[in-house]
């Protein structure tokens, strides 16, 4: 079958969802298995959702039509998410950025990658971007954290971190974002009460060696960006855009 020939022995093969056009894998990360799928043949696009109640799922909608211009994708439930087993309590950022790279390495995905991550897969994709080669980020209300939360476990320790004023200051992010040489685009919600403005601005002002940067702020949006955009055409029809716009200049880039 297609998944198994293209992925071969390093990825087990479990079953294709034919309704959905999409084949899910496990990925062994310690004692858990990853579980996520994948959309189209030869992806280069990797997709990481965020905290809380947030899962692969939510990105259907870009995803089904980044299928239709002919880019296939991965996405998968991070420890404690979706399908996913175990607790999120024993997970990290740290453990985040790891089973991120589990999955890119075990798939053996095709880089230069496109990484789309939202509020804080938007930060594990600014990590990926010093560790593996990647062409385009695009970050949804992507959050910033201190040095400290990173090896924290979710919790009380992790919430205690990330809750003193301003501790976003001092985030790696703004470095790492400096030193990127890709696209970028980011991606924020006019009413979003979770991540300050001031985030979203110094994120995109730290990109001073970017190929392209580009910051666009949806009117009606607040920080549950994916589902907003889910239920309002107009809007995804607006992100798909920007989107397209932003990765049509990448694919030029390989020319």
């Known amino acids: 079958d297609l998944a198994s020939a293209f992925y071969g ?14 084949s899910i894998f496990t990925v062994e990360y310690q004692q858990t298995k990853l579980v996520g799928d994948f959309l189209g043949e030869n992806p280069q696009v990797l997709f990481l959702h965020g905290g809380g109640g947030s899962t692969r799922h939510r990105f259907g909608p870009i995803r089904t039509h980044l299928l239709k211009t002919g880019l296939g994708s991965v996405a998968f439930d991070h420890i404690g998410h979706g399908d996913t087993a175990g607790e999120i309590g024993s997970s990290s950022l740290h453990d985040r950025t790891d089973q991120a790279l589990a999955v890119i390495k075990t798939l053996k995905l095709h880089e230069p990658l496109t990484l789309i991550g939202t509020s804080m897969g938007g930060y594990t994709a600014i990590k990926l971007s010093e560790l593996v080669p990647v062409q385009t980020l695009i970050l949804g209300v992507p959050a910033a954290y201190t040095p400290t939360a990173y090896e924290a476990h979710f919790g009380t320790s992790f919430a205690s971190l990330i809750r003193v004023p301003d501790s976003w ?3 790696d992010a703004w470095e790492i974002l400096a030193r990127f040489t890709g696209n970028l685009l980011i991606i924020s919600g006019a009413l979003d009460i979770k991540i300050p403005p001031v985030v979203i601005q110094r994120m995109y002002d730290s990109a001073v060696n970017a190929k392209h940067r580009e910051l666009f702020v949806l009117p009606n949006s607040d920080h549950g960006i994916m589902r907003h955009i889910a239920t309002h055409p107009d809007d995804l029809a607006l992100v798909l855009r920007t989107l397209d716009r932003v990765m049509g200049a990448s694919m030029n880039d390989e020319l």
């Open 9 to 22: 022995q390093a990825l087990k093969y479990e079953y294709v969802d034919l309704e959905n056009l999409k």
């Open 169 to 171: 200051q001092d985030s």
